[in-house]
């Protein structure tokens, strides 16, 4: 089945990371790919991804890098197609100076960013993305949605059974 969706990141160190945004696709069903290119030490190879992105059926790129983080924004510059950037936590910075990098693109080169280690929102943006053209898909979304409020009013109840002995002096 062609790709949707490309998971990219600087190296595979970052694989225990973007594991969360490959399980949640894996849970909607998308297909997709995981490819580990780096912006400094493969910047042809990157390039020529981001060139032939479209062309290969992909829809959205997340595209996860730490410390300097240019892979978001060089893949950004070489594509049409939407790029959501992952700071990844692992410098001395824990992920600041990654941030930092990946939201502060010029004008015309956005990377939608989510938090540091944030994969998994990551995906869901590519989830959401791809619901916009996909009815199925849609559904399914809502339905998840619907799960994370059943789960934390579930949560909330079951906090009213947990009793305490107060004690005072």
Do not use: C, W
Request: hydrophobic fraction near 50%; charge should be neutral.
């Amino acid at each position: 089945m062609t790709p949707l969706v490309s998971i990219i990141m600087g190296s595979t160190s970052d694989l225990p990371v973007m594991e969360k945004a490959a399980q949640l696709l894996n849970d909607f069903h998308i297909p997709f790919e995981i490819n580990a290119l780096s912006a400094h030490r493969t910047p042809e190879a990157v390039e020529e991804f981001a060139k032939n992105a479209a062309n290969r059926g992909i829809k959205v790129i997340i595209a996860a890098a730490g410390m300097a983080a240019a892979l978001p924004g060089v893949i950004a510059a070489n594509t049409t197609l939407p790029v959501i950037g992952v700071p990844i936590k692992g410098s001395v910075l824990d992920g600041v100076d990654a941030l930092y990098s990946i939201i502060q693109m010029p004008p015309g080169i956005p990377v939608a960013t989510v938090a540091i280690n944030g994969a998994m929102n990551a995906a869901i943006l590519a989830v959401q993305m791809l619901a916009l053209n996909d009815t199925t898909l849609a559904q399914a979304f809502a339905e998840y949605k619907e799960g994370l409020k059943k789960k934390i009013t579930k949560a909330n109840a079951d906090l009213k059974e947990v009793k305490y002995e107060y004690k005072t002096n």
